[in-house]
């Protein structure tokens, strides 16, 4: 382990069986500080280290930079081999995470989650209506959420509606990327699903109308959604 750490800071470790020979293995990440006083990484890498052998493996990152890097080990793939999850922050104003989940069954990494796949598969249509409503439309599912946004007050919406309820023009708003990656046992049988979260904006990017909530699970091949839902901010 010294060697990885040359001129690089131990950001989190983690010990569990992820190659499956009921070993326990050494997971960490490394990193290197740019700016003494800034939370901030870069050159974040993924490193395992066998525990039968000692043979260490390094996994580079496509997106390496980021704040406060964390790892979680849990059963993703219903193999009954802990799995390794990556989660960092960007730092933006938009609250946007930067995560990944490799699986590395047999000492051989395999990303089966990653954000960027997620966010440029994951498309939404966010137009205002008359009579102070918003819909979130899906467009690879169909699905369709509709918010009544007159929480947000008079003085937000004079500037959007006229007297009688109606647009004044067509505003669209969108859907920000993953903002959260949550490990959660719904089943509560020892495999893990995903809570994400994603911020639902109006006018600008500061303004928000609500919170997208998906649940993703493993079909064998890839994570999936099974239940998805709109929140209003109070």
């Known amino acids: ?88 922050d960007s730092g933006g104003s938009g609250g946007v995470t930067y995560d990944y989940i490799y699986s590395f069954l047999r000492n051989q990494s395999n990303k089966i989650f990653d954000y960027e796949v997620f966010n440029k598969e994951d498309s939404y249509q966010v137009n205002y209506q008359d009579g102070y409503k918003v819909k979130v439309m899906n467009n690879n599912s169909g699905e369709s959420f509709v918010i009544d946004i007159q929480y947000k007050g008079n003085e937000y919406l004079s500037e959007i509606y006229n007297q009688n309820g109606k647009l004044k023009k067509p505003i669209t708003g969108g859907v920000n990327p993953l903002g959260a990656v949550y490990p959660v046992d719904f089943e509560r049988d020892g495999t893990y699903e995903l809570l994400t979260y994603q911020r639902i904006t109006g006018l600008y990017n500061a303004d928000g109308l609500g919170l997208l909530t998906t649940n993703l699970e493993w079909n064998g091949d890839s994570f999936t959604p099974f239940n998805q839902t709109v929140s209003i901010f109070g």
């Not at 950001?11 to 499956?20: N, P, Q, Y």
């Not at 990440?29 to 003494?36: A, D, I, N, R, V």
């Open 1 to 88: 382990m010294r060697g990885a750490m040359y001129n690089r800071a131990l950001l989190d470790m983690k010990r569990g069986d992820v190659s499956g020979d009921r070993i326990p293995d050494i997971v960490y990440l490394t990193g290197s500080k740019p700016f003494p006083d800034s939370p901030f990484y870069e050159k974040i890498t993924l490193w395992v280290q066998d525990g039968r052998t000692n043979q260490r493996t390094e996994v580079p990152l496509s997106t390496s930079t980021g704040y406060h890097p964390t790892l979680f080990l849990g059963d993703f793939t219903k193999d009954r081999v802990e799995d390794i999850l990556i989660r960092m």
